[in-house]
């Protein structure tokens, strides 16, 4: 088993910025791909970004892309999301997310561990 702890979140204004983190416990992280997604009040659940088990490879929706920095650091048992430029419709909940295989996936039902979220919040 893995555990997933979110932290980082807030309430900032648009183009602002935040450093959401991800800790885990329990099973090594080091061989399995993580991901970040988030839901929005009324939305479905959908990938913002997601990274492989070395680092070495990355994905962002496109709604994120040039703005959001995926990143990992096994030896922290850690991954991160570098969220910059925010705008008012990146509010939501966003969750950490690790699955038992290395490579990425950009489908939620691949992820087997999920932690419970931690909200942004961005005032316009």
């Known amino acids: 088993q893995v555990q997933l702890v979110e932290s980082g979140g807030g309430l900032v204004q648009a183009g602002g910025s935040l450093r959401l983190s991800c800790a885990a416990s329990?099973?090594?992280?080091?061989?399995?791909?993580m991901g970040w997604f988030r839901q929005a009040p009324g939305k479905e659940r959908e990938i913002v970004a997601t990274i492989n088990y070395s680092g070495g490879s990355t994905y962002y929706a496109d709604s994120v892309k040039g703005r959001f920095t995926i990143s990992r650091d096994n030896a922290k048992a850690s991954m991160y999301l570098r969220v910059n430029m925010l705008k008012p419709e990146d509010t939501a909940v966003y969750y950490c997310a690790a699955r038992n295989s290395g490579s990425i996936s950009y489908s939620g039902y691949d992820y087997a561990y999920w932690g419970q979220g931690t909200q942004v919040t961005v005032s316009s």
């Open positions: 329990g099973r090594t992280i080091s061989t399995k791909a």
